[in-house]
């Protein structure tokens, strides 16, 4: 009997799992039709996922391509500016002050002479002097890659200034070979040639200002701060405007003597008026000369910018202190050969240093300059007419100097992260390049300048005769006056 209720039992059992199974099936039926219907539908959500992936990196490349672009206009909109700024120091700034210092029947020949570095050097740099300074060479001087502007385009050179075209390089650095030759004039005012000026200073700035600018600047120059033997660090010219100026001023003025009657004819400025002017002008594009030589509208101009105006404030100050203890007055001429004295010496310092090293530049600078052209020059008895030596060569040396001294890496982190730049960082040794290309820098102007100085005398004379100095270079050599009191 048991027998027969368990085979019952499996026979209900067998017969029980089919219908269990068409029980199922109905409800598996619309899940594996769902999920074969989710298939596309997932497909669909990962293609419009990797379209949305691809328009975001289109729109962030356009956002960059735009912020590289913004960058670029940037960088170029400011650097066109200083070039106009730095040119704005030789024609006006430049020729008022140092026309204004100068007696009247010298003053549009005075002028005249920094006009005409605008015209010179400029056809000489197009044609050779931007190639020998900027081009790729060897330590001392740059090829010929460049003659005549070749490959000179709106496209970046990346050895120098990624952001902006290699033409707005060359027209802003133009500019600096401008005003360096400009600037010895002060030096044998109002008794060289108008004829032997131009052939000297021509020769001058394809001779010994474009080696050193190759030098200091040039990919591979020896006294380059990124590569070269006895990296020296000049950040707007220091050396390579300012002590070569200076020094072949100094050069210039002992060869050619002294002027008719000095010391004993007085020979004040006639017009402090007219340097007053000009001085507060070469402040102002002083901006451009180094803030612009950032290369780029960044935290670094920002720097130099502050830098500069802060020395120049600061040496008007130590100057005319140290005029009105010696003297018992503070003058306007002092005043404002005090402010170019820490323009001068910030110079290679304004993308180095700190603000409160500026003022301390600064004022070391005044006082230094004030006893070079008060007590040295007096002492030696040369006559460098408007202390172009005294202000440029002697502040740009001792700029050169205390930028060793004072560079902080937090500034400009020129040798690397965190390694130290100057001697407050402990990096001494830094000094000792700056001495090097202090060095260089007077050797090549000694040197270069007492060959030119030969050569152009040999071949036109470089003195005027006394009957043309007695007369003025208005007269004797433009046949015109800048003043004309009898109409």
Known sequence: MSRRVLKLLLLSALL????????????????????????????????????????????????????????????????????????????????????????????????????????????????????????????????????????????????YAPTIPEQTLMIYQLMFAIITPALITGAFAERMKFSAMAIYLSLWSLLVYCPM?????????????????????????????????????????????????????????????????????????????????????????????????????????????????????????????????????????SGFVQPMSALVIGLLAGVFCFFMVFVVKALFGYDDSLDAFGVHGAGGTLGAILTGIFAASVINPVFGKDAPVGGIEGHWGQVLNQLAGVGVAWVISVVGTLVLLFAVDALVGLRLSPEEEAAGLDLSQHNEEGYDFAT
């Open 16 to 159: 029980a799992v089919p219908s269990l199974a068409l029980a199922v099936a109905p409800d598996l039926a619309p899940a594996r039709l769902a999920e074969t219907a989710s298939a596309p539908a997932t497909q669909a959500q990962i293609a419009a996922l990797q379209q949305a992936v691809e328009a975001a990196q289109a729109a962030s490349s356009k956002a960059q391509a735009a912020a590289a672009s913004a960058q670029y206009a940037g960088d170029n909109a400011w650097m066109l500016t200083s070039s106009a700024l730095v040119l704005l120091m030789t024609g006006p700034g430049l020729a008022l002050f140092y026309g204004g210092l100068v007696r009247k029947k010298n003053i549009l020949g005075t002028m005249m002479q920094s006009f005409a570095m605008m015209g010179i050097v400029t056809v000489l740099w197009a044609i050779v002097g931007y190639s020998l300074a900027f081009g790729h060479g060897n330590w001392f001087v740059g090829g010929f890659e460049h003659l005549f502007l070749k490959g000179v385009g709106l496209t970046p050179n990346t050895d």
């Open 213 to 349: 600018a190759h030098m200091v600047w040039g990919v591979g120059g020896l006294l380059n701060s990124t590569g070269g033997r006895f990296p020296s660090l000049d950040f707007a010219g220091g050396t390579v405007v300012h002590i070569t100026s200076g020094v072949s001023a100094l050069v210039t003025c002992l060869y050619l003597g002294k002027r008719l009657g000095y010391p004993h004819t007085k020979m004040q400025p006639h017009s402090m008026v007219l340097s007053f002017i000009g001085a507060c002008l070469l402040w102002v594009g002083w901006f451009g000369f180094n803030a612009g030589s950032a290369l780029a509208a960044s935290s670094l101009a920002t720097s130099a910018f502050v830098n500069t105006h802060f020395a120049a404030a600061t040496a008007a100050i130590g100057w005319s202190i140290a005029e009105w203890i010696k003297n018992g007055k503070p003058t306007a001429l002092g005043a404002i050969s005090g402010a170019v004295a820490g323009l001068v010496a910030i110079t290679p310092a």
